[in-house]
C-alpha cells in the first residue's frame, strides 16, 4: 500500500464524503485525505494560488474527483491539470453518478486514469472504494515537486 500517498478528494456533499471516508477505512486505506468542498479550490491548492499552500516537495498525490453531471468545471479542471508539467503525472480517478459511454470517453480524454460510477447503495459504494485501495496497492506513484 502506498501510505506516502496524499488523497485529495473534491466532493461537495458530506454524507458522500463521510462514506468515502468511512469506506476507505474498512479498506484498510488510511492515507491522509485532504477534502476540497469544489473541483476549483482543488486546483488552486493544487497551482498554489491560494497565497497560503505551496505543494510539498516530491510528494505523491492521488485526485478523485466527483463529476457528477457533465459539467465544464469538471473537465476544465483535468485538462489544466493535465496541462501543467508537474501536476500531469498526478494519478486522476474520476467518480460519478453520471453513466454514459461518452462521458466516460470525454474523461479519459481529459486525462483521467480511472472512472467509476458511483452506486447508490452504500454496499455497493463501498466496494467500490475498495477499488481504489487496490488502485492504491499496485500503482507506483510519481512524485511531484515542490514550488514550481
Known amino acids: 500500500m502506498n501510505k506516502d500517498v496524499k488523497i485529495l478528494v473534491s466532493e461537495g ?3 458522500c464524503f463521510t462514506l468515502i471516508t ?3 477505512h474498512k479498506a484498510g486505506i488510511w ?15 493544487l497551482l498554489e494560488k ?8 516530491n510528494k505523491k498525490y ?13 473537465f476544465s ?8 508539467k508537474e501536476l500531469r503525472k498526478i494519478p486522476v480517478i474520476i467518480l460519478t ?17 480511472l472512472f467509476l460510477v458511483k452506486p447508490e447503495e452504500p454496499e455497493e ?14 500503482v507506483r506513484f510519481p512524485r511531484i515537486n515542490g514550488v514550481k
Do not use: T
Not at 479542471?77 to 501543467?84: A, F, P
Not at 453518478?97 to 486514469?113: I, K, L, P, Q, T
Open 50 to 57: 491560494d497565497g497560503d499552500f505551496v505543494r510539498e516537495e
Open 13 to 15: 456533499d458530506n454524507e
Open 125 to 138: 459504494f463501498m466496494e467500490s472504494v475498495k477499488k481504489i485501495g487496490l488502485f492504491l496497492s499496485v
Open 31 to 45: 492515507n491522509e485525505i485532504v477534502r476540497f468542498a469544489d473541483k476549483g479550490e482543488m486546483l488552486n491548492y
Open 62 to 74: 492521488l485526485l478523485l474527483i466527483d463529476v457528477h453531471k457533465p459539467d465544464l468545471n469538471g
Open 77 to 84: 479542471v483535468l485538462e489544466k491539470i493535465k496541462e501543467d
Open 22 to 24: 468511512k469506506s476507505f
Open 97 to 113: 453518478n453520471y453513466d454514459n459511454g461518452e462521458f466516460v470517453e470525454r474523461c479519459h480524454s481529459f486525462g483521467c486514469n
